[in-house]
């Protein structure tokens, strides 16, 4: 059974930072392009950042320079370093892997901006 858990979300202040984990298991994530979404409420679930199973990243323009994805194969885990906080980065945060038609989701972890 394929299950991807992501951790670490929480309630922090703007301009703070927080590191979102997603472990997989069930498969490895070395052959998988991975990404980051989020999903604020009464919005659509849009892609945060990505990092392909060749170690390429993307990232959304409101992100860029602020968000870092990273990946560790050894762990099977992929990563989001989130710095500097806004309350518009309030969102559920979800991880997907994806291979080829294998395409698979997190639960979801909340992330509350506020002061």
């Known amino acids: 059974q394929v299950q991807l858990v992501e951790s670490g979300g929480g309630l922090v202040q703007p301009g703070e930072s927080l590191r979102l984990s997603c472990v997989a298991s069930?498969?490895?994530?070395?052959?998988?392009?991975l990404g980051w979404y989020r999903q604020a409420p009464g919005k659509e679930r849009e892609l945060v950042a990505s990092i392909s199973s060749g170690g390429s990243t993307k990232y959304a323009d409101a992100v860029k320079y602020r968000f870092t994805i990273s990946r560790e194969n050894a762990k099977n885990t992929v990563y989001l370093h989130m710095n500097s906080l806004k309350p518009e980065d309030t969102a559920v945060y979800y991880c997907?892997?994806?291979?080829?038609?294998?395409?698979?989701w997190g639960q979801g972890t909340q992330v509350t901006v506020s002061s």
């Open positions: 069930g498969i490895r994530l070395n052959f998988y392009d």
């Open positions: 997907n892997a994806e291979f080829g038609w294998h395409n698979y």
